[in-house]
Structures are given as structure tokens and as C-alpha cells.
């Protein structure tokens, strides 16, 4: 069940096993971009979609959303938005500590730090239901935006952890490497 709290998009997150191929994508059929990303992200265009499974049971679908110049290999450089569809509902505590384990493996990270951080991100991030859509938007050098539907929920003005808490999904380093794939599959410059 702990495994199953990544839920989040945020990042959402991405740390459960499980089937995560192109072929096992987001299949929403929606191809425009939601008012939520149209305003935050201009030039919006869809890089790809994905889907998290645990033991097969769907957890949610994901659509990430790029500008033109997006690069994958230096994701961390551009502005993005990742909309989650949740299949389970979680709790956001649950979301963050999941989050932050996710996080520390892409950075070592000191204990203060750490704590800090999944204090932010518990403050931040909702519990969900099954059909609840998150999104969130980064800014490099800014941190992180969260929306649920269209309700803004807030923001983390931490460029870092902006950056760390994207790389769940889009790191080399993502427990997920099917679902990074997926994500990335339809990118303007590609995948690295």
C-alpha cells in the first residue's frame, strides 16, 4: 500500500513498479491542452502520455506538456506542465513522502533539507480520488505551480526543489524509465 502513494503528480510519484511502456500510454484521446496549461505554458504542445500501473491496477495517466524547445536531456532548462489523472485515491502526505523518496534518489539531499522539503510538499499537495486531475507547472529558476482541475492549490518558490520533484518523472535517474519514455515519446527535440 506505502508504494502505492506516489500517486501524485506531482509526482507525482513514479516509483512503483509496474508495467510503464509506450504501448501501456494514457489513452484520454485528448490532444489540447487543458485551460490550466494553455495559460501557464504558451505554445503548449503535447510531448506524450503514459500511464502508471501497480500489479496491474491503473493509478493514473499522465500527459506531459512542453514549449517548442523543450530538451529531455536538459529538462531541468525549460518550462513544462504534467497533468495526473488519478484511477486511486491518496493521501497528500502519503503523495509527498513518496515524493521525497523519489527525490533523494536523484539527489543526496542533508536530513534538515529533506525534512523541509516534505513539509512543503505535504502543505501543498491534496489528497486525491479516483478522476481527480492534477497539474503541475514548473519555471526554471522559480519552482512549481499545482492546480486541481482549475483550482489553483499554490505554489513552491524553490527552483531546486521544482526541478528535483519534475525529475521524478523525467530524470534519467526516474524509477520509471517506461513511463519517462511515454512521456517523452513526442517531444519537439526528442528523447536523449
Not at 491518496?90 to 539531499?109: C, D, V, Y
Amino acid at each position: 500500500m506505502k508504494r502505492w502513494a506516489l500517486g501524485c503528480s506531482l509526482a507525482v510519484a513514479t516509483a512503483l513498479a509496474g508495467a510503464n511502456s509506450p504501448e501501456a500510454g494514457a489513452s484520454s484521446g485528448v490532444s489540447a491542452p487543458s485551460q490550466v496549461v494553455r495559460q501557464s505554458l504558451a505554445g503548449a504542445m503535447l510531448a506524450g502520455e503514459g500511464q502508471m500501473r501497480f500489479l496491474g491496477l491503473r493509478i493514473y495517466d499522465a500527459r506531459l506538456w512542453v514549449t517548442p524547445r523543450f530538451e529531455a536531456q536538459a529538462f531541468g532548462a525549460h518550462p513544462l506542465a504534467l497533468e495526473l489523472t488519478y484511477h486511486r485515491a491518496f493521501t497528500g502526505a502519503a503523495i509527498a513522502q513518496r515524493s521525497m523518496e523519489e527525490i533523494k534518489r536523484q539527489s543526496p539531499l542533508a536530513p534538515a533539507q529533506a525534512e523541509r522539503w516534505q513539509q512543503r510538499l505535504t502543505e501543498l499537495l491534496p489528497d486525491v480520488q479516483q478522476g481527480d486531475r492534477l497539474t503541475g507547472v514548473y519555471q526554471p529558476g522559480q519552482g512549481m505551480r499545482l492546480w486541481r482541475g482549475s483550482q489553483e492549490l499554490g505554489a513552491i518558490d524553490d527552483a531546486e526543489l521544482g526541478r528535483l520533484f519534475f525529475g521524478i518523472w523525467l530524470s534519467p535517474r526516474t524509477s520509471e524509465p517506461g513511463l519517462r519514455s511515454a512521456l517523452l515519446a513526442r517531444s519537439p527535440v526528442g528523447t536523449p
